[in-house]
């Protein structure tokens, strides 16, 4: 559906406002994020509490966790409206105001339709903690279904502004949770359906515990990963953010099928790690191994085919380098060679180190902006994000075999 939606968006707004399209897309992540990694903390617990087939206690987190983001997200809405109405965004962005003059507007819709998500998102974490991934995928792929139904009936119909591409790309997902809350909390889990008289003081704290320790690798993700087009935006122009995020979404196809097949394993490994079973652990490890070696035999072909996709994908409409499509690449696989092992970690609980790990993120911007200083050159870049992300590959790696080996001491315990 992503690459489906690149040359239509491209088509319909054309290079610049597609560029600050995707430029405000990396800002919605940010609202997204910030639920302290409640989500992250649900799933975990979720897992633990059917493991030991405690069904209450996983209603009381459902519940005390839907209280939370409800909490949360409505001071992060009004104050990020305020931000919008009376700061400007033209100049913290880099856009000229004549191109897209309604740009106020599409952010205050956006940011609304987005919040009212973060609340409803919570749906595919259960999903996930009840080791059905696949359903909280379909939920993803939903909302993407919809958005690109949607992007393509204002196209045919020569509606596609950029306020109704912003409304049409925001209200999908949020659509996808409101049709998937009945059915999950109604037909398929009723004794875990939330309710405020489940909601637990003493169960929120709990998962507020956990889930700080996942909100801030979750914000150092962001910072370090997701202001790219951000940066781009504001160090080169919003036009440069095209050909990126092209080369970005072909490329991330890896990421797409490593997720898929490496996702289910962070709840099963909590369900392994619960049962003392750390053979299967390990055993599973080797074989996300061999996959990762095919997963890098398919990177090289899709460098290879790069030129003859892109012809085939959005013929002339945006020139993307051979250079720029490798970096990016590498970029990507260097970030599902850390996942691998964070997706064991994650589940096992083991977050202290990948906590200060997180220092990576402070020299990131600065880093980003001096070599685009020295060299001015997108590529150096991208070069730069691969190499912030090889020290976290190499310490996972190491706090991953201490822990399978018994050896854990000091910082690589967990």
């Given amino acids: ?33 910030m639920d302290i990694g409640l989500g992250n903390g649900l799933r975990n617990r979720l897992a633990t509490h059917i493991a030991h087939n405690e069904t209450s206690e996983a209603q009381k987190a459902i519940s005390s966790t839907v209280a939370m983001l409800v909490c949360i997200v409505f001071p992060i809405m009004l104050i990020v409206m305020l931000l919008i109405w009376k700061t400007d965004v033209y100049s913290f962005l880099n856009i000229i105001p004549e191109e897209i003059p309604e740009l106020r507007t599409a952010l205050a819709s956006a940011v609304s339709l987005v919040c009212m998500t973060f609340v409803l998102k919570f749906i595919g974490n259960v999903y996930m903690g009840m080791q059905i991934p696949a359903a909280s995928n379909l939920l993803l792929a939903t909302g993407q279904t919809i958005a690109l139904i949607a992007t393509w009936l204002l196209y045919i119909n020569g509606c596609a502004t950029f306020f109704n591409i912003v409304i049409a790309n925001t209200a999908a997902p949020l659509l996808t949770y409101l049709a998937a809350y009945p059915y999950t909390f109604y037909c398929r889990f009723p004794k875990l359906r939330p309710s405020f008289s489940s909601v637990n003081l003493k169960t929120a704290l709990a998962l507020g515990n956990i889930g700080v320790k996942f909100f801030w690798l979750q914000i150092a993700g962001i910072i370090q990963f997701m202001t790219a087009n951000i940066l781009i935006s504001k160090f080169f122009s919003p036009e440069m953010v095209t050909p990126y995020q092209i080369a970005y979404r072909y490329m991330s196809l890896m990421l797409v099928v490593f997720t898929i097949v490496a996702m289910p394993y962070w709840n099963a490994t909590t369900d392994a790690y619960e049962r003392g079973d750390m053979t299967w652990i390990e055993s599973s490890s080797h074989r996300l191994n061999k996959f990762l070696a095919l997963l890098f035999c398919g990177f090289l072909v899709m460098v290879l085919i790069s030129p003859f996709v892109y012809d085939a994908w959005i013929g002339d409409q945006c020139h993307v380098p051979l250079g720029m499509t490798i970096l990016v690449g590498l970029y990507i696989y260097l970030l599902i060679l850390s996942s691998k092992y964070a997706y064991f970690l994650n589940g096992i609980g083991a977050l202290r180190l990948q906590l200060y790990m997180t220092i990576m993120t402070i020299i990131f911007i600065p880093a980003e902006w001096v070599v685009t200083l020295l060299t001015h050159d997108i590529n150096w870049f991208i070069a730069v994000m691969g190499l912030c992300i090889a020290p976290c590959i190499v310490f996972n790696m190491i706090q991953f075999r201490k822990i399978i080996n018994g050896t854990a001491k000091g910082i690589w315990r967990i």
Avoid: E, H, K
């Avoid at 489906?4 to 994020?33: E, F």
């Fill in 1 to 33: 559906m992503v690459l489906i939606m690149v040359p239509l968006t491209l088509r319909c707004l054309g290079a610049y406002q597609n560029g600050v399209w995707l430029t405000i897309s990396s800002l919605l992540v940010w609202i997204d994020q």
